[in-house]
């Protein structure tokens, strides 16, 4: 399996996120290969000061450097994982053939069978509208009334933004992607199983 989580400059969630899984499949013996990249990351950028901290503090010494979102790292992935609702919907409005296997990190690892429903009938009017977009339509008012509904029950799946912030920020967000890439690995380990 290859993962890519995707954020914004590639410097703060999406290398730690990287950088953890990668440490847990190892130590759990499942076999994924993990890369990150930014929907808006310049080419090589350091990751930040407290991202690359938090992740020594975690035994993780990869050298990870920031990676703009490209059509063949898209193509490379199996599953994309975005750290955020909003980069979700930037991969699959640049890049709409990942639709079917781009979702946030907190909305993949979510098993409640309503949510997961309701979720995939908005990624389809949310694909169907860009497309309509793309050919100079407009959407049904009816289909945009939905979208909204659905949004108004969907919870937030979005993973805080340490950027800019304090150490103790950086352990916080730190903290939610754990618990996230915990209950990722448990969802892996078990298909591998099958």
């Given at each position: 399996?290859?993962?890519?989580?995707?954020?914004?400059?590639?410097?703060?969630?999406?290398?730690?996120?990287?950088?953890?899984?990668?440490?847990?499949?190892?130590?759990?013996?499942?076999?994924?290969?993990?890369?990150?990249?930014?929907?808006?990351?310049?080419?090589?950028?350091?990751?930040?000061?407290?991202?690359?901290?938090?992740?020594?503090?975690?035994?993780?010494?990869?050298?990870?450097?920031?990676?703009?979102?490209?059509?063949?790292?898209?193509?490379?992935?199996?599953?994309?994982?975005?750290?955020?609702?909003?980069?979700?919907?930037?991969?699959?409005?640049?890049?709409?053939?990942?639709?079917?296997?781009?979702?946030?990190?907190?909305?993949?690892?979510?098993?409640?069978?309503?949510?997961?429903?309701?979720?995939?009938?908005?990624?389809?009017?949310?694909?169907?509208?860009?497309l309509q977009m793309s050919l100079g339509q407009q959407m049904s008012a009816a289909d945009g009334q939905r979208m909204i509904e659905l949004r108004q029950r969907i919870p937030v799946y979005d993973i805080s933004d340490p950027f800019g912030g304090s150490k103790e920020d950086y352990d916080?967000?730190?903290?939610?992607?754990?618990?996230?890439?915990?209950?990722?690995?448990?969802?892996?380990?078990?298909?591998?199983?099958?």
């Amino acid at each position: 399996m290859r993962i890519l989580f995707v954020c914004t400059g590639n410097t703060c969630r999406s290398p730690m996120a990287e950088g953890m899984l990668r440490k847990l499949a190892k130590e759990r013996g499942v076999d994924v290969e993990v890369r990150s990249a930014g929907v808006s990351a310049a080419e090589g950028v350091q990751i930040s000061y407290h991202a690359e901290t938090v992740l020594r503090e975690n035994q993780i010494h990869d050298e990870i450097t920031s990676t703009p979102l490209r059509a063949e790292l898209t193509e490379w992935a199996d599953l994309i994982l975005t750290l955020t609702q909003g980069h979700k919907r930037q991969v699959i409005q640049y890049f709409p053939g990942t639709a079917g296997k781009t979702y946030t990190l907190k909305e993949y690892v979510e098993d409640d069978e309503q949510v997961l429903a309701d979720i995939r009938e908005l990624d389809g009017l949310f694909a169907a509208r860009e497309l309509q977009m793309s050919l100079g339509q407009q959407m049904s008012a009816a289909d945009g009334q939905r979208m909204i509904e659905l949004r108004q029950r969907i919870p937030v799946y979005d993973i805080s933004d340490p950027f800019g912030g304090s150490k103790e920020d950086y352990d916080r967000t730190a903290a939610e992607i754990r618990t996230a890439l915990d209950k990722l690995m448990d969802l892996l380990k078990e298909r591998n199983s099958r």
